[in-house]
């Protein structure tokens, strides 16, 4: 793909969930406008459809971490290899987090997800993993279809930090998508942070953070922000399953001059 096509890959993608939100509050309000309380609507995510970006295909420059495959390009904190188990085209959590053998610095980063049914679970017990992009930025990885108003330890929020904008969670044994757009920490030239880290964040293509300034998050691999670093996926007890994980690396900057 050349660089000419890929910059428009993002508008599109971005120009869907502008649609897909915009329709999503619309019906909602109209709703509310015709006299009917919130205890009448569907249940949060009820009409948010397949993701738009599910399955996408990775461009030819990404650095493809899950194919569904093997877990190849994968280790655990020991080093060892993941024992996670490969099956029909998707990895299910078991006996440690994962983390990438390649690094990112800027990047689009591509994850799919699937949580399991666990009606017997409550709260953070339901279906609990993470996404650390970096090793250190933690977006939620939870059950939380249904839930009116998500807090900061639901599913896409910025773990501790920031709750989502709104719940495009699916149902549970449903395919989901998280595709994040990650801007790295900036550095002083004494290595102190001039700018922090942002995260732009389309959950089943909804935007659900918007360039977002955001600290290190607890659990994280390291503390070097401003650095390239692994994108680690959390293994919380639950299990979850993952496929086509991969990441676009992005330049810090455009050129400077004119034309």
Same mark, same amino acid.
């Given at each position: 793909?050349?660089?000419?096509? +890929?910059? @428009?890959?993002?508008?599109?993608?971005?120009? *869907?969930?502008?649609?897909?939100?915009?329709?999503?509050?619309?019906? +909602?309000?109209?709703?509310? $406008?015709?006299?009917?309380?919130?205890? %009448?609507?569907?249940?949060? &995510?009820?009409?948010?459809?397949?993701?738009?970006?599910?399955?996408?295909?990775?461009?030819?420059?990404?650095?493809?971490? #899950?194919?569904?495959?093997?877990?190849?390009?994968?280790?655990?904190?020991?080093?060892?290899?993941?024992?996670?188990?490969?099956? %029909?085209?998707?990895?299910?959590?078991? &006996?440690?987090?994962? *983390?990438?053998?390649?690094?990112?610095?800027?990047?689009?980063?591509?994850?799919?997800?699937?949580? @399991?049914?666990?009606?017997?679970?409550?709260? !953070?017990?339901?279906?609990?993993?993470?996404?650390?992009?970096? &090793? +250190?930025?933690? *977006? $939620?990885?939870? %059950?939380?279809?249904?839930?009116?108003?998500?807090?900061? &330890?639901?599913?896409?929020?910025?773990?501790?930090? #920031?709750?989502?904008?709104?719940?495009?969670?699916?149902?549970?044994?449903?395919? !989901?998508? #998280?595709?994040? *757009? #990650?801007?790295?920490?900036?550095? %002083?030239?004494?290595?102190?942070?001039?700018?922090?880290? +942002?995260?732009?964040?389309?959950?089943?293509?909804?935007? =659900?953070?918007?360039?977002?300034?955001?600290?290190?998050?607890?659990?994280?691999?390291?503390?070097?922000?401003?650095?390239?670093?692994?994108?680690?996926?959390?293994?919380?007890?639950?299990?979850?399953?993952?496929?086509?994980?991969?990441? =676009?690396?992005?330049?810090?900057?455009?050129?400077?001059?004119?034309?």
């Amino acid at each position: 793909m050349s660089k000419q096509a +890929r910059v @428009p890959v993002l508008f599109v993608l971005i120009a *869907i969930a502008a649609v897909v939100l915009g329709a999503t509050v619309s019906n +909602r309000q109209a709703t509310a $406008q015709e006299g009917q309380g919130d205890k %009448d609507l569907p249940p949060a &995510g009820a009409d948010i459809g397949p993701s738009p970006t599910l399955g996408m295909a990775p461009p030819a420059n990404a650095v493809v971490l #899950f194919d569904g495959t093997d877990m190849s390009h994968w280790h655990g904190f020991d080093g060892k290899p993941v024992p996670w188990v490969v099956a %029909d085209g998707a990895a299910t959590v078991r &006996g440690g987090y994962a *983390i990438a053998n390649e690094t990112h610095g800027d990047a689009y980063l591509h994850v799919e997800f699937k949580e @399991p049914f666990m009606p017997e679970a409550h709260g !953070q017990g339901r279906g609990n993993s993470g996404v650390f992009a970096q &090793g +250190r930025y933690e *977006i $939620q990885v939870l %059950d939380s279809y249904g839930k009116e108003e998500l807090g900061k &330890g639901d599913c896409a929020a910025l773990y501790g930090q #920031f709750a989502a904008l709104v719940n495009a969670c699916r149902p549970p044994e449903e395919w !989901q998508t #998280f595709d994040i *757009i #990650f801007r790295q920490a900036r550095l %002083d030239a004494e290595g102190k942070i001039a700018e922090q880290t +942002r995260i732009t964040l389309l959950h089943n293509g909804i935007v =659900v953070h918007n360039n977002v300034a955001t600290p290190i998050i607890g659990g994280a691999i390291d503390p070097n922000e401003g650095t390239p670093g692994p994108l680690m996926l959390q293994d919380h007890g639950c299990p979850l399953q993952y496929r086509n994980i991969w990441f =676009v690396p992005l330049p810090e900057k455009g050129a400077d001059k004119y034309e």
